[in-house]
């Protein structure tokens, strides 16, 4: 079963069995404007929530991503070395940053589902 879940950072973590896809939702990266860069992880990095795991430079502003669980990296996204632009063309798809083998699933419960999220950035007006 794949879920979603969404950080008041506006990080998305897609939940693929043990493990968990990172990358920022669409809202932010409607808000960082074009992406020229994406600095991520090294592979093995041992991550806690709210932990700095990459960096994204816009052409507005530079901005840290953040963990949205616990985890180890267990892969990243090369795409996005010669082609940052995936992240506003497909956030949520192509454009994800990082792999994570999850080490507490309790973390999930913290973050918000779809529907509670899409009111969290209606609300931010």
Do not use: C
């Not at 953040?66 to 192509?94: F, M, Q, R, W």
């Amino acid at each position: 079963m794949t879920s979603v879940r969404y950080s008041k950072d506006h990080e998305y973590v897609r939940v693929e069995g043990e493990e968990g896809v990172v990358g920022i939702s669409h809202y932010a990266q409607s808000q960082l404007g074009d992406i020229v860069f994406v600095e991520l992880p090294e592979l093995g990095k041992v991550v806690e929530p709210g932990q700095e795991v990459a960096v994204v430079e816009s052409v507005k502003a530079a901005s840290e991503v953040y963990a949205p669980v616990s985890g180890a990296v267990i892969a990243v996204n090369a795409e996005l070395e010669g082609n940052p632009a995936l992240v506003n063309t497909a956030p949520e798809g192509e454009g994800w940053f990082l792999r994570l083998k999850i080490t507490n699933p309790a973390e999930l419960d913290a973050l918000m589902d779809e529907a509670a999220y899409k009111a969290f950035v209606a609300s931010l007006g």
